[in-house]
């Protein structure tokens, strides 16, 4: 029973649109408000470049102060203090509204701004700071990854239009007071997403916990450990990208392209669109592979599109959609890698201490993300006025900006790839998904799937995926495992088999095979585990050999055969000679081939004797097994069944050319060779639609030049040949594997 303390997954699900309304209303008083307006608000009141750098870092810098104010979270409680601040956050903005006032004092006007963004940013340390944790106890977590973007989908429509209608209000009106209505608009949206924070559960004060002092000594646990602190430094530094280029590319385009104001801000629009996107792929592959793999390749992408942007200038071709995709990939990128770290840390840190985990991560990235992007500013005001060339290649103020951020992403993406992450899928694991069979047809077969099927299509639709060869559907098919229909359940067995192995997939067949009295499905389960060759496995298979029903035996047989563990070769080796079913013995035949068992070949030469001298019809068929499995271990499986299947679409067309390049390799001055030779050549000449007694004879007289061979094979070819004496009419199979396997044994080494 869960506890009364505990919320269960489907009373927070229930709440979640409140928190979709929090999120998406926020965001948009952002975009509105502290987003690109105020940049370029601030450009044109003249305010120099350090100093919007030193206003975009106030924001995240203030972040350090979540750590002094843990004993107020805890004491009020997550939700209060998280929705009072929010709506205070915004207040605080309505003074950049009489900056305009002082156009010729531009220090004054920067001290304006300067200060409302700091209390700006004090609200929103205290809301933000007290949200993170809280968002741990009301988001399942199981689904975080999907409904983070779900949100930034929920998002997109808005940020879309509104971007444009700030681009076109921006662009036809003049003056500083255009960015009035902007900020208004901005400040309301903010106020009504604090006000949906008080439908969201949980969130209770835990006053027990709110003294300042010992608050503050939770901070003990995690600066201890070692791999919170990694953690710590990976997202930060990614912040810190993203907090200063998110400034320093408007202001690059702007001043470098000759961009207008009102366009930047549309084309920064689709920042939120790459972001909704990203956020949503992300996610999706977050809640099923965890967040290492995704955050790493997003960022290694990352270092490619940053330094590729001091490639970009005016005189390209289509330049101004080259920046709108720039927008839209730093977006997608940037905000998908953000949004793996985050999700690392609601499934990392203990909920006991949630606060204290989180409150030092959350001032940690105001500490990069803060008092670096003012460095960021005084970086690149300093490199505009002292640039520097090496080589070809010219460096200002924003490509030393490009290159340092490059730099500061290859390291985050290091140390993130080293973490611990419970369950989740490694950075090469994850990248070998898409180096495998046919991604994109899976990742569009897992999108039907999520649908409502027949039994019919969701049985073709596990067909397909074992087509596509990606184990990026293999959680669609271990699911499938459970399906109601029995044939589904069986096509998912085998579409498993035709996937690279997964410890994964190997677990869920393994499983399988316990579905004792489904004998359908554990046949299935024994093919599907021999066709990924699973060594772990071998013994599990084994046990099948003993089963009472037949069927699995020969089938498990088959399978240890693909597997190839040596433990199991005595066991195969009995099963030829004396189980009582001649399938099963035949399946032995098969699997000690595909061993290259040695050992083995004269009890197979009496096998085959015995079928090749049985009358029954069967037994045609059944002795060809037999010497599929000699030419396994002969070496020369290819070329028996190439030749044979010419010859049985073609009686008479392979033998009598097999003869006569045997007849070649009897080269010398001996005139026994000669003999043996020309009774080979003569044999060749008289073949027509199958073997005679002389060519056989012919065959059968090379004994001796196989004797005197040096070859390994040269004395399992003569016992081929010894064994098969009492056969006085072979079939064309046994003179094809003869042939091939003597010309093998007794042509000259190189």
Not at 583 to 612: E, F, P
């Amino acid at each position: 029973m869960t506890p009364a303390s505990e919320l269960t997954d489907y009373a927070k699900l229930r709440r979640l649109p409140f928190y979709y309304g929090y999120f998406v209303l926020t965001a948009t008083a952002v975009l509105c408000g502290v987003g690109a307006p105020l940049v370029l608000y601030a450009a044109e009141l003249g305010i120099d470049k350090d100093r919007i750098g030193l206003i975009g870092g106030i924001l995240p810098f203030f972040q350090v102060l979540g750590i002094a104010s843990l004993p107020v979270i805890l004491h009020f409680g997550t939700k209060r203090v998280a929705a009072l601040a929010l709506i205070a956050r915004y207040l605080f903005l309505l003074p950049i509204l009489a900056a305009p006032m002082f156009l010729d004092q531009p220090d004054i006007a920067f001290l304006l701004i300067f200060l409302s963004v700091v209390f700006y940013a004090v609200g929103r340390t205290l809301s933000e700071a007290a949200a993170t944790p809280w968002s741990q106890e009301f988001l399942p977590r199981l689904v975080r990854g999907r409904i983070n973007g779900n949100i930034a989908l929920a998002y997109l429509p808005i940020a879309l239009v509104g971007s444009f209608v700030i681009q076109r209000w921006l662009d036809s009106q003049e003056g500083l007071e255009r960015f009035y209505p902007v900020f208004i608009f901005g400040i309301i949206a903010g106020i009504a997403g604090a006000l949906c924070l008080f439908g969201m559960p949980g969130g209770k004060p835990r006053p027990a916990a709110g003294n300042w002092s010992k608050s503050l000594s939770q901070l003990r646990t995690p600066l201890r450990d070692k791999n919170f602190l990694a953690f710590l430094y990976s997202t930060g530094s990614q912040f810190l990208v993203f907090s200063a280029l998110n400034v320093f590319m408007l202001l690059f385009f702007r001043e470098r392209l000759g961009i207008s104001s009102g366009q930047i801000v549309l084309m920064a629009s689709l920042i939120h669109v790459g972001s909704a996107v990203g956020s949503y792929a992300a996610g999706w592959f977050i809640d099923r592979h965890g967040t290492r793999g995704i955050r790493v390749t997003l960022q290694t992408l990352q270092i490619g599109l940053v330094l590729g942007l001091p490639f970009i200038h005016a005189g390209l071709p289509a330049v101004e959609m080259l920046v709108g995709l720039v927008f839209f990939l730093f977006g997608f990128l940037v905000q998908g890698a953000m949004m793996a770290g985050n999700v690392y840390m609601l499934n990392y840190v203990p909920p006991n201490e949630r606060e204290s985990y989180m409150a030092l991560a959350y001032s940690s990235d105001g500490i990069f993300g803060g008092g670096l992007t003012v460095l960021a500013g005084v970086l690149v005001q300093y490199f505009e006025f002292n640039s520097f060339s090496i080589g070809l290649a010219h460096f200002g103020g924003y490509e030393v900006l490009f290159v340092v951020g490059a730099l500061l992403t290859i390291s985050s993406a290091v140390v993130f790839a080293q973490l611990k992450e419970e369950g989740g899928t490694g950075v090469r694991d994850f990248l070998g998904q898409f180096s495998t069979g046919n991604p994109l047809r899976a990742l569009w077969g897992i999108q039907q799937s999520a649908s409502s099927t027949s039994e019919q299509r969701r049985r073709d639709l596990a067909y397909h995926f074992g087509g596509a060869g990606s184990t990026l559907a293999k959680d669609e098919l271990i699911s499938a495992l459970s399906d109601p229909s029995f044939d589904v359940r069986h096509e998912a067995i085998r579409a498993l088999g035709r996937l690279p192995p997964t410890a994964k997939a190997i677990s869920a067949l393994e499983a399988t095979l316990d579905y004792e009295g489904l004998i359908e499905l554990q046949y299935a389960a024994l093919d599907s585990l021999g066709q990924v060759r699973s060594r772990t496995s071998a013994a599990k298979v084994a046990t099948f050999l003993s089963h009472d029903n037949p069927l699995l035996r020969s089938r498990a047989a088959r399978s240890l055969g693909d597997i190839r563990d040596a433990t199991y070769l005595p066991v195969l080796r009995s099963m030829l000679t004396r189980d009582a079913d001649i399938d099963c013995r035949l399946a032995a035949a098969s699997a000690l081939g595909k061993y290259g068992d040695r050992q083995s070949v004269d009890a197979l030469i009496s096998t085959y004797c015995d079928h090749a001298a049985d009358a029954n019809m069967a037994s045609e068929p059944r002795s060809k097994v037999v010497l599929l499995a000699i030419s396994k271990i002969l070496g020369v499986e290819e070329k028996f069944a190439r030749n044979w299947r010419t010859e049985q679409r073609m009686p008479g067309y392979c033998l009598p050319g097999l003869l006569t390049k045997l007849a070649q390799t009897l080269d010398g001055n001996d005139s026994g060779r000669r003999a043996r030779r020309s009774a080979l050549e003569a044999a060749a000449a008289e073949l027509g639609s199958g073997p005679t007694p002389d060519s056989l004879a012919a065959i059968r007289a090379l004994r001796t030049d196989l004797l005197k061979s040096g070859h390994a094979n040269a004395p399992l070819v003569v016992a081929l040949i010894d064994g098969t004496a009492g056969l006085d009419n072979a079939h064309p199979a046994l003179m094809i594997l003869l042939a091939v396997a003597a010309r093998q044994a007794l042509r000259p080494a190189g």
